[in-house]
């Protein structure tokens, strides 16, 4: 009896100590299972943070010294860009945040993520392709030249051998180096290189047709030459990875076209003169 009793004991531990045994196994096989999901919580976190538009937020970098495009009014940033840009953003049903910097600052922060993307009276032009990709144009746009009452410069072709202001990194900036002979003041803001011509500094600006009409209008002595220095177009640019979001806005772009949406923005901006 007394064997029987042992034997019965005996054979309790066994069953009691491959019980934890199976246990002690099991949370190990399930440890490194729990680790991979908290590592894969915590990545997609970080993408989240790095990436604005995931948010919920667009952030726009832009230049806000190209009236009427983008301008300051008080501490607000206005201009067709900028409505252009918040009524992407309600198609999408997304917040809009914009960020002010230089002209040539925006493709770089485009394409290091810091931007969502730029919008800033910006010109498709192959180079630029070649480091950002274009929405849809959303306009048609043109380089003109500014020169004082009784310039000798009457058109594009008198530029050669003179000293002409433009604005860094735009497309006045980029065609103007082809003029023969030409003396390039370089400028942050398009207001500095017309002070400059105000002040007898330059022969003549290259710049935007709608800017150059607002810089006219607020200085006396000035004018527009009748022939325009380029022809061309503008466009909202993107991190060449970021198609999801490129066809996203060329589809808001669609819409506000559709709906007449963007032609009442451009209007609020632009005289029909």
């Given amino acids: 009896m007394k064997k029987m009793i042992a ?4 054979a309790a531990m066994v069953v009691s100590m491959t019980a934890c045994g199976s246990k002690a196994e099991t ?3 399930e440890a490194p299972a729990t680790e991979a999901a908290t590592e894969t919580a915590a990545t997609e976190a970080e ?11 667009l952030v726009m970098a832009t230049n806000a010294e190209f009236p009427p495009y983008e301008y300051r009014e008080g501490d607000k940033i206005v201009g067709i860009d900028a409505d252009i840009a918040q009524a992407i953003a309600d198609e999408l049903g997304m917040e809009l945040q914009i960020e002010d910097m230089a002209f040539d600052s925006i493709i770089a922060a ?4 810091k931007a969502d993307f730029g919008a800033a009276g910006m010109t498709v032009t192959e180079d630029r392709l070649q480091a950002v990709n274009f929405t849809d144009t959303y306009t048609q746009a043109s380089q003109v030249i500014i020169v004082k009452e009784g310039s000798t410069v009457a058109t594009p072709d008198d530029l050669k051998g003179k000293r ?7 497309t006045g900036d980029i065609y103007a180096e082809d003029i023969e002979d030409v003396t390039l003041d370089r400028y942050n803001k398009g207001f500095e290189a017309v ?16 800017p150059a009409k607002v810089f006219v ?4 002595g000035l004018k527009i030459l009748d022939e325009s220095f380029t022809d061309e177009e503008y466009a909202i640019c993107m991190a060449k990875d970021n ?3 490129l066809d996203k806005v060329n589809t808001a772009l669609a819409s506000l076209k559709e709906s007449g949406k963007l032609d009442e923005i451009k209007a609020k901006y632009i005289s029909a003169e």
């Fill in 195 to 210: 002070q400059a011509l105000l002040q007898d500094k330059l022969d003549a600006v290259i710049i935007d047709s709608e």
């Fill in 27 to 29: 949370a190990t096989t």
């Fill in 7 to 10: 034997l019965a004991t005996m």
């Fill in 217 to 220: 209008d607020e200085n006396e």
């Fill in 243 to 245: 198609t999801d979001l």
């Fill in 47 to 57: 993408a989240a943070t790095e990436a604005p538009a995931a948010n919920g937020t």
């Fill in 164 to 170: 002409v202001g433009v604005q860094l990194g735009t």
């Fill in 110 to 113: 485009v394409q290091s993520g």
